[in-house]
């Protein structure tokens, strides 16, 4: 089995900065990417950013600039660096890792969210 942990939600004022890491664990062959999206009551999940071993990263254009996704050596661990943080960033925000459990079969993983309000 495959755990997704996410960590580090809460509260910030508006133009703050904030971090999330998410830990991955249990039976993995390889991992080949990973990723942060966000989800509110009123929209669908969106994608926020995301990191591959062959295509670098990607943004979403409203977050370009201000957020940083980075993973550790190990491939174990995905950050995101949130900074000059908007109202509108307010969402749960979920970790999403792609990965291989035997040599031919891989699926993704979610993590359980982690809250994230933007708020004065």
């Known amino acids: 089995q495959v755990q997704v942990m996410e960590s580090g939600g809460g509260l910030v004022q508006p133009g703050g900065s904030l971090s999330l890491s998410c830990a991955v664990s249990?039976?993995?062959?390889?991992?080949?990417?990973m990723g942060w999206y966000r989800q509110t009551p009123a929209k669908e999940r969106e994608l926020v950013a995301t990191?591959?071993?062959?295509?670098?990263?990607n943004y979403a254009d409203s977050v370009k600039g201000r957020l940083t996704i980075s993973v550790d050596n190990a491939w174990k661990t995905v950050y995101l660096q949130m900074s000059s943080l908007k109202p509108e960033d307010t969402a749960v925000y979920y970790c999403n890792v792609r990965a291989y459990t035997t040599a031919t079969m891989w699926d993704d993983y979610w993590g359980q969210g982690t809250q994230v309000t933007v708020s004065s």
């Open positions: 249990g039976s993995i062959f390889t991992i080949v990417a």
């Open positions: 990191i591959n071993r062959g295509d670098g990263v």
